[in-house]
């Protein structure tokens, strides 16, 4: 592996020397094309994006019908680790394009991530108003034969879920549970707005050599 020297004479070549940065964008520029943004295999163009959330929620459907379908004890055994899956996916939608769309400074980078955040944030707080999964939940963390299985960390992430699908509302009528997910989605989207609007205190930032 490159040593910390090789690091840093890299880095003196790219601000010193316009050839050298010229051959250096352009390798670090293809490496990206095949890889896709931040190694992300969907996105190696802003529609990627849309790709990318959209196979993130049929992943969490496939978990979600698992979930509601479960009737045995090894079915409900795995139901702790299943709707922790199903939050790492739509978390890492959620979380990478919350900051590429605030991050990035090509507005069609930005504004696609904004849309693939919109989408799956939309999905997860109809998957948090989900009474069916909270049902199958609560009754996993009531069968001895269940939690006996569990890791601590199982038990632990169960608890926290509960605990979500509480502050979602989940004990409320039908018609407060949809008014709970759009009032979320409204306020994600006027958080969007009001930070694409800010504008720079300074349009630049000057350091001491």
Known sequence: PPSHAQDDAVLRKVFDSQ??????????????K??????????????????FAESAIQKCEILVRKTLAA?????????????????????RVIDLSDFIRATHPDA???????EAYALVFEYMNVY???TGLNSQLKKALSMPEVTSQW???????????????????IDLPAEQREKFVSLS????????KFVNGMEFANDHVAFDS
């Open 19 to 32: 050839s050298f940065w010229r051959g250096f964008s352009q390798n670090t520029s293809t490496a990206s």
């Open 128 to 130: 948090n108003t989900e």
């Open 34 to 51: 095949k890889s896709g943004l931040i190694g992300n295999k969907y996105l190696t163009t802003p529609k990627g994006f849309q790709a």
């Open 151 to 169: 890791t601590s960390e199982e038990r632990t992430v169960a608890e926290i879920l509960m605990k979500d699908f509480a502050r979602s509302g």
């Open 108 to 114: 069609k980078w930005a504004r696609a991530a904004s």
């Open 71 to 91: 009737s045995t004890i090894p079915a409900y055994a795995s139901v702790a680790k299943d709707l922790d899956r199903v939050s790492d996916l739509l978390c």
């Open 185 to 192: 989605n409204e306020i994600s989207e006027a958080g969007t």
